[in-house]
């Protein structure tokens, strides 16, 4: 059994498109100061920091050099973890781990990405050079390959997906550290947006975002000490898969990777009925037919019901089990934080300092991590220890 | 406090090109020499750590051609995204936390497939140290240069780590450039950046090192040699040269004193029976026995030329052969991790250490050996 260790403090930057005014570690260092000022410690009070980050798509050998100044780093113990688009929760779970071993007491985790310095689906199309790298299509092309399959087994219409993309970016409207807030946008607006690889819009797509987000955990005895309402660590799962896409047999109707990793956190905290004993759920979806293939997978709906969860509006702000208060990846994408700030948004909901994006009463929350082609991450956190 | 034994260890043999093996291929034989040796099957493994750097194998995300092989299907896998006794370090106190209780912790690269230069001037901040053109070298050299001057330190004392380590290789199957060198050849061979020559620089390397970590409650019983972890500490220095006193490593020097206070090494000169140190040139190793304080600052070259880190002195330093006889960038560390562990095991064939109880295992990463790693292990 994990020992026990809490998120008392989170911090982000604004997230854009670019953020030409900052360079990377002084990026990293807008959301440390944050984190920090949150949980009303100093940069000495820091035992140790991970940092994450996807090294290859700002052509940075090794950011975590550059950017251990900037995250209070200096002289301690410091490292960069990094596992595509799992990235953030990767690190998230490193900085829980750290603050229960036992040898450190406070541990800030940090997420980063500066995509406008470099050409993301370049970068993702480097592949392996043998096998995929000729026929590599980045994240917009493997999604409509499997999104293709998951519509003709499960039925879910172009409109039901569009309602996710609109729910995240008016969202994001509560969210004032989101990329992109759309308080105007339209089902409509979102089907007659450019088609970027049938059947996916580009107000379907996550953007790329230019953004880095902080946490800060204590172990059990720090964590009593310094907040009021930690939010503790209640179960985290890291499943990975096959690496090539040809191997993954209906990878967003089975996701087993997710099912299984849901499934496992869920009985760790006695979770049977997801969609009712979760208050709040922070999920990463890169594209909104995700989202869906994610309720499933997650024990949501049965299968095939995800398009009645979102027509029904369960997931909204106002709904059963809201999802992605914050706007989630559709709305703001640097990659190597994405996954921190979905623990950041969810700590954040159990720290009850959600503000305009604030679930009333939040008490258990999930977090999921997704990336390269179907690996998966989830977090439970609580106020109850 | 939970112990952690490394209870398997492999290595391939580190070559110049191993253009017979593509980096799964690899990565599969160690871990599956890995398994053999601690006797445990794949599906025994909770959880894998794996290092590697995306810019030296060219791929997005690195770690994900090593799923299969590393036995992550389905199971938790994290890349730390530099060197591999930083990845020892984490699958530890995973373990620690309570989280898993076996870990298999695989670090690879293949030097030969990248431009090791252009790739190291890509660790410098892009604004100011990257557009200098520093890389490794150049960073190593203007290091060399403040401790060779602040300390006095000679070259000749730097190629006699050279002539020693190249020589302990002989001993060591697995090295890639065992040697019979002299002072001489070290100071005559190509002027690479002053005072640094060709021989006193690692030569470029292929290769991979997989561990395999497991709780004192799994270890014990089950494993016939397990190896236990004492202390850990690692630290990261200043970012930008000008910022850091280059002759004296601070950050080494937190790592180790970190990791002995929780072996509870009060002096490690006496009580450590042999070091395994990342030495990218040959001045490093004379700097970090300083900053692991195996010796005052200032009297490394002594230490090397009075035979004290001989593999016959008191204190042996790279039994193995080092760096300087070929390991690759970010597998250095765990490759010094694991002929630790085959020394304290009393395995280490013929560059076995006599009555080797207690061994320290070094990393580093970053130019100038910005970040530190540091691990003890006993018998």
Known sequence: MTKNAAIIGTGQTRHARRRDDVNQCELVNEAVVRALADAELHPQDIDAVVLTNMELFEGRALPDLWCAEGAAGYLKHCFKIATGGTSGTSGAMAGYYHAASGLFDTVLVVGFEKHSEGQTTGGMALTDPMWDRHVASAAIGNFALSISQYIAARGVTPEQAAKVAVKA??????????????????VSDVLRSDLLADPIHRLDMCPTSDGACAL???????????SPRPAWVKAAVTRHDQPYIGDLENRLLTMRTLRDAARTAYQQVGIRDPLRELDVAEIYEPVTYAELAWYEALGFCPEGEAGRLIDEGMTEMTGLLPVNPSGGVLSTNPVGASGVIRTAEAALQIHGRGG???VPDVKTALVTGYGVYSWSDVMILSSEL | MQKVAIIGVAQTKYEAAKTGQNIPEMVSGV????LRDAGITIQQIDNVVTASVDLWDGKTASNVYLTEVAGAVMKPEARVAGDGLLAAS?????????????????AHCKGSEGAQMALTNWMFDPVYQ?????????????????????????????????????????RNPLAQAPAELTVEDVLNSRLLADPIHELD???????????ILASEETARGRSPHPVWIRGVGSSVDAHYLGDRELADCQALTVAAQKAYRMAGLRDPRQELDLAEVSEAFSYQELLWTEGLGLCPRGQGGQLVEEGITARDGTLPVNPSGGMLAGNPLFVAGLTRLAEATLQVRGEAGERQIRNAQTAL?????????QAHAVMIVGA
């Open chain 2, 361 to 369: 295992a070094h990393g580093t990463q970053g130019p100038g050996g």
């Open chain 2, 31 to 34: 871990v599956r020499d890995a």
């Open chain 2, 201 to 211: 620089a690692a030569p470029v390397s292929d290769g991979a090192c997989a561990l």
């Open chain 2, 90 to 106: 984490y699958a530890h106190l995973q373990i620690l936390a309570g989280a898993y209780n076996t870990a298999l912790v695989v």
């Open chain 1, 356 to 358: 305009k994006r604030q």
């Open chain 1, 169 to 186: 970016r008016r969202n994001a409207c509560n969210n004032p550290y989101a990329h992109l807030q759309m308080p105007e946008i339209t």
């Open chain 2, 130 to 170: 990257q557009t200098l053109g520093l890389d490794y070298l150049s960073a190593a050299a203007l290091q060399a240069c403040c401790y060779l001057d602040t300390y006095g330190i000679s070259p000749e004392q730097c190629a006699r780590v050279v002539v020693k380590n190249r020589r302990n290789a002989r």
């Open chain 1, 216 to 226: 800060i955990y204590a172990s059990e005895e720090k964590a009593r000490k310094l």
